[in-house]
């Protein structure tokens, strides 16, 4: 079974189908809400997207509202903080790639003006292309995670099935992958 027939055997108010429907897949332009759904999917390594999902207000608290700025200048003092927020993941090495990731973020958009600017620099890129090019600049970004972010994000395809009735709904928001350059 697909992920978009599981979510559509689903009630309409299920975490998994309310995501479906309304933001997997879908462009994303704030620089914020890019680098969260980041986060979410580097918290997502070795769980189930459920757990993640069911905790991502959570993780938007936890990570101040996914504020670029904010996670960046997290202390010690604040790791520890997210160390002990049972609401979230708490694994070290996520948690400081969360950190990391959003000082990267921050220098990317010193020299393209944003992080989407950025990704749309380099897009069309293959699936391989972009995982290495994540792996050189973020930490916490194999193969898996990377996909899943730009799928998610709708830099590459393979978000819906096209038989799923929220493909055509991603067709009208113009996923980038669906532009012709």
């Known amino acids: 079974m697909s992920y978009c027939e599981l979510c559509h ?3 309409a108010t299920h975490v998994h189908r309310v995501y479906h429907d309304t933001e997997y897949g879908f462009p994303i332009e704030s620089d ?3 680098f969260g759904r980041l986060v979410l999917e580097i918290n997502q390594a070795g769980l189930s997207w459920l757990t993640i999902l069911n905790k991502k207000e959570n993780f938007r608290k936890a990570y101040k509202k996914f504020s670029i700025q904010k996670v960046a200048r997290i202390t010690e003092k604040g790791r520890e903080r997210l160390l002990n927020d049972a609401g979230i993941i708490r694994n ?3 948690i400081n ?3 990391h990731n959003a000082q990267q973020i921050l220098a990317i958009q010193k020299t393209h003006g944003s992080f989407k600017n950025w990704l749309d620099a380099h897009h069309p890129l293959d699936r391989a292309a972009w995982v290495k090019l994540f792996k050189k600049t973020f930490k916490f ?3 898996e995670i990377t ?3 730009l799928m998610s994000t709708g830099y590459l395809p393979g978000a819906h099935d096209k038989n799923c009735p929220i493909y055509k709904k991603i067709l009208k928001a113009k996923p980038r992958w ?3 350059k």
């Open 9 to 11: 055997s689903l009630p």
């Open 32 to 34: 914020d809400e890019l």
């Open 92 to 94: 070290r090495l996520k």
């Open 97 to 99: 790639a969360a950190i």
């Open 141 to 143: 970004t194999g193969g």
């Open 147 to 149: 996909n899943e972010f």
């Open 178 to 180: 669906s532009e012709k």
